[in-house]
């Protein structure tokens, strides 16, 4: 089991930016697809962004598109999530999560994700 731990989050005005990391730790896995999920109250919980072992492919929903990066640096075991021109609807918790078996692809079925973290808040004021 993959341990996850995130940190980052906070409250900012609208058109700021936040940047969130993720620490892996444990059984850590060599080919995994780290992504960043988000559930605001009362909505499911939504794929963000989701990036390969080697970070050669990204996946983002287009909601962010141009406005968040997913990055991954494999030798410190961290990924993260850099946030800009934050909106008022991206106030929500977000989870740092890994899908150690994705053969290949990045899923944005929560369902797919193995571990997960406990969330970071993110707070977005107009």
């Known amino acids: 089991q993959v341990q996850l731990v995130e940190s980052g989050g906070g409250s900012v005005q609208a058109g700021g930016s936040l940047r969130l990391s993720c620490a892996a730790s444990?059984?850590?896995?060599?080919?995994?697809?780290k992504a960043w999920f988000r559930q605001a109250p009362g909505k499911q919980r939504e794929f963000v962004a989701g990036i390969n072992w080697n970070g050669a492919n990204t996946n983002y929903v287009d909601f962010v598109k141009g406005r968040f990066t997913i990055s991954r640096d494999n030798a410190k075991n961290t990924v993260s999530l850099q946030m800009n021109s934050l909106k008022v609807e991206d106030t929500a918790v977000y989870y740092c999560?890994?899908?150690?078996?994705?053969?290949?692809?990045?899923?944005?079925?929560?369902?797919?994700?193995?571990?997960w973290g406990q969330g970071t808040q993110v707070t977005v004021s107009s």
């Open positions: 999560a890994a899908d150690e078996h994705p053969f290949g692809v990045i899923y944005t079925d929560y369902a797919r994700y193995d571990s």
């Open positions: 444990g059984r850590t896995s060599s080919n995994d697809v």
